[in-house]
């Protein structure tokens, strides 16, 4: 069973215009998020957290929003660069007690010029 | 600062074989986790250690193991290996503090192979 769903498999957006990509989770204990960006061939790089007290949290051009109520967040990229263009995973823990991660099946973004 | 370096970056085995992976993790960094990726399963955790110790443990079989140096330099073993094994095998080290979880930080990966 899936604990953190990312139902697009991909996304194409057009350079400048509003990313956002979608995650939804079935584990009421998860109480931390990260979004990690994933280029071929490299480790996933951190992109942005959310703990489950805040529901919005911005860097840059990063925004991740939160909504417990429905165990859903988002990941909102603007404006969306050609260099944006990766796979995108949600990740989720519970507890503050260890870093043992979940990660979604990841979302794949492609930028068009 | 230097970031999770995994070595070998790449490694090719036989059925039957068992492979020892290292991480060194970002200085100061006292938690390592390691993780498989493959097509299918997406990233799956497999283990972390802190302070030498196994702290956590996901759902692979005993032939996965690991261990954690008082450097904070961790090794990961598969023994036995099997065909469904090969995969990218991520290591992660994290700044572990009394506030709760931090971001982790991942490695480039080891690309087993079996064959």
């Known amino acids: 069973d899936q604990q953190v769903k990312q139902n697009s498999p991909s996304l194409s957006v057009q350079e400048g215009r509003i990313s956002i990509l979608n995650c939804d989770y079935t584990n009421s204990m998860f109480d931390y998020f990260l979004w990690y960006k994933k280029y071929p061939a490299e480790g996933p790089t951190f992109l942005i957290s959310?703990?489950?007290?805040?529901d919005k949290n911005e860097d840059g051009r990063f925004t991740v929003f939160l909504n417990k109520s429905a165990k859903h967040l988002s990941l909102h990229i603007v404006p969306s660069q050609p260099g944006d263009s990766a796979v995108y995973f949600c990740?989720?823990?519970?507890?503050?007690?260890?870093?043992?991660?979940?990660f979604g099946p990841g979302t794949r973004l492609s930028v068009l010029p | 600062k230097a970031g999770v370096t995994q070595t070998p970056r790449y490694l090719i085995k036989t059925r039957g074989q068992q492979v020892t992976l290292s991480c060194s993790p970002i200085?100061?960094?006292?938690?390592v986790s390691w993780y498989q990726q493959t097509p299918g399963q997406g990233l799956q955790f497999l283990f972390e250690?802190?302070?030498?110790?196994?702290?956590n443990k996901g759902n692979f079989p005993g032939r996965f193991s690991g261990r954690q140096f008082s450097n904070s330099r961790s090794e990961m073993n598969v023994s036995t290996l099997e065909l469904g094994d090969s995969a990218l095998y991520l290591c992660?080290?994290?700044?572990?503090?009394?506030?709760?979880?931090?971001?982790?930080?991942f490695g480039q990966g080891t690309r087993l192979t079996v064959v």
């Open positions: 990740a989720a823990s519970a507890g503050n007690y260890g870093q043992n991660f979940v």
């Open positions: 959310i703990s489950s007290i805040k």
């Open positions: 200085s100061g960094h006292r938690s």
């Open positions: 992660a080290s994290s700044l572990d503090t009394f506030r709760g979880m931090t971001e982790a930080f």
């Open positions: 250690y802190f302070s030498e110790t196994q702290r």
